[in-house]
């Protein structure tokens, strides 16, 4: 397989970085290439601006605003973004949601929530999984009783990432509740519709991503149902292999090789550079191969999606990626040396914030912040040991 760029492309990557030169504010690069989650102003400040220059949506068809590049272009899209620092925008709106709205979606939800993704006004946030309902996601049982033009919903969402900034839900419910994934319907959800709760859960960073929302009698509009009553699975399915098909987030974990050979270089233990430790710089050979064969895997899982790939590539990447992205961040804290043991707090929502952080070098906050949220790659979008199943059952023909 040749993946050498044609001029054309090469033209499209130099255009790419030079809109990047100009446009990507200095602070935004800063706080977008540390380990920590992004924050949602600058998130909405930077879509704004792709949204102005056209780029909004790579991923999306030009009829819905989308800029109908082709795989590839996208890709070298996202790795100069990732490289240069750029916050990480809207993966929910923009590639898991936003895909199955346009595909699935009446004329009325399209024109009401496709423009707010693209604009950065519109974020996602996933209801998908419950305290008994993860891997075995359809056995989920928050409860929606159609009266009149309205849903009632009752129930308990966990793991929620996001739900306490974002700007809609898309939740599945039970409407038939004598069946299993055919009882299931997709609602898209306001989190400030009276009767929801929404309590944060703090993970072993100390930061705030993750939340439970509790539904006591919402009243969800029946406009807000995507597609048909008791098709919800169909969604939720389409929904989660977006997520898994951009789970191995090549251009974020090039952006973390580099972080690492930066601080390999920079950072001594025992009156030497860490990158010239016995044995330190084939570790980090290693990641740099098994980053550029995943980087290949994607590039074939994209061509060969838009030819009807047979393969369950979005499970593929999940695992590598997942994996991938744990060894990274494991060799960046151990290249980190004494500042590799504190954890440096999150600075949360406040762009402005000015940690009380103590004295170290500028690469050193969010490293271990980012590293233990990662423990939990292997879990999210699908826990791997599930996948394993799902790869071994295509491949055995089970
Ligand atoms: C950081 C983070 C962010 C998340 N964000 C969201 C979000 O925004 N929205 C949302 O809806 N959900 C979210 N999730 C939830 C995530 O999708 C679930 O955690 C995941 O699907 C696993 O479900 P569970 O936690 O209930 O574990 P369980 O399903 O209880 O699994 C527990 C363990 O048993 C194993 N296991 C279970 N079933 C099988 C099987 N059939 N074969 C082999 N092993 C099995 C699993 O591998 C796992 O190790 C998030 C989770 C995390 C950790």
Known sequence: MDFKLDPADEAFRQ??????????????????????????????RWQRTLFERGWGAPNWPVEYGGTGWSHLRQFIFDEECALAG????DNGG?????????????????????????KGE?????????????????ALAT??????????????KIWTTGAHTCDIIGLLVKTNPEAKQRGISFLCVDPATPGITVRPIIDIGEAHSLNEVFFDNVRVPVSNLLGEENKGWTYAKAVLENERATSAEVPLNKRKLAQLRHIAMHERSDGCRVIDLPGFAPRLAQLEVDLRALEWLTLRALTEKSEG????????????????????????????????SYLYAEPGEDPDAKPDWPPGPDYAPGVVADFMYRRAA?????????????????????
Not at 27 to 33: F, H, I, K, V
Not at 122 to 138: H, R, V
Not at 315 to 325: A, D, M, P, Q, T
Not at 380 to 398: H, K, M, P
């Open 15 to 44: 255009e790419v970085r030079a809109f990047l030169k100009e446009n990507l504010p200095p602070d935004l690069a800063r706080r977008g290439a540390c380990g920590f989650h992004p924050i949602r102003a600058d998130q909405r």
């Open 86 to 89: 750029a916050p990480a925008t």
């Open 94 to 118: 923009l590639r898991m949601f936003g895909p199955v709205i346009y595909t699935y979606a009446g004329a009325e939800l399209k024109a009401r929530l496709l423009p707010g993704i693209l």
């Open 122 to 138: 519109l974020y996602w946030g996933q209801g998908f999984s419950e305290p008994g309902a993860g891997s075995d996601l359809a």
């Open 143 to 156: 409860r929606a009783v159609r009266d009149g033009d309205e849903y009632v919903v009752n129930g308990h």
């Open 309 to 340: 790939a047979v393969l369950p590539y979005g499970s593929l990447l999940k695992v590598r990626g997942s994996e991938l992205v744990q060894r990274i961040g494991e060799l960046t804290v151990e290249a980190l040396e004494q500042y590799g």
């Open 378 to 398: 292997t879990i999210y979008g699908g826990a791997n040991e599930v996948q394993r199943t799902i790869i071994a059952r295509s491949f055995l023909g089970l």
